[in-house]
Nanobody
């Protein structure tokens, strides 16, 4: 049974930082693609960062977070991370990690096989 569990969310003031973690069980490694999505109230779930299992250069960021967020993983711990810096109120959302087992990375939520329950991030002005 594959399970993903996010942690690290919370409330922070604009300009602050948070580091989200995604702990995976039931997988031998974070294949084939790990991604972070977010969903704000009344909005669609959107991908903000992706990382291919090979790790080498296989990362991508949405325009809204590029330069502020950084995705990474520790294969030994089977854990993925999302470092979020210079947060602003528009970053307020529930954040989810997701795993796609095959066929590389995608920006479409429908292409992912496993999801965590999410962790709330709230940024105040």
């Amino acid at each position: 049974l594959v399970q993903l569990e996010e942690s690290g969310g919370g409330s922070v003031q604009a300009g602050g930082s948070l580091r989200l973690s995604c702990s995976a069980s039931g997988l031998d490694y974070l294949r084939d693609c790990m991604a972070w999505f977010r969903q704000a109230p009344g909005k669609e779930r959107e991908a903000v960062a992706t990382m291919h299992s090979n790790g080498a250069g296989g990362t991508g960021y949405s325009h809204s977070v590029k330069g502020r967020f950084s995705i990474s993983k520790d294969n030994a711990k089977n854990t993925g991370y999302l470092q979020m810096d210079r947060l602003n109120p528009q970053d307020t959302a529930m954040y989810y990690c997701a795993i796609r087992l095959y066929s590389g990375c995608s920006w479409s939520k429908g292409d992912f096989d496993y999801w965590g329950q999410g962790t709330q991030v709230t940024v105040s002005a």
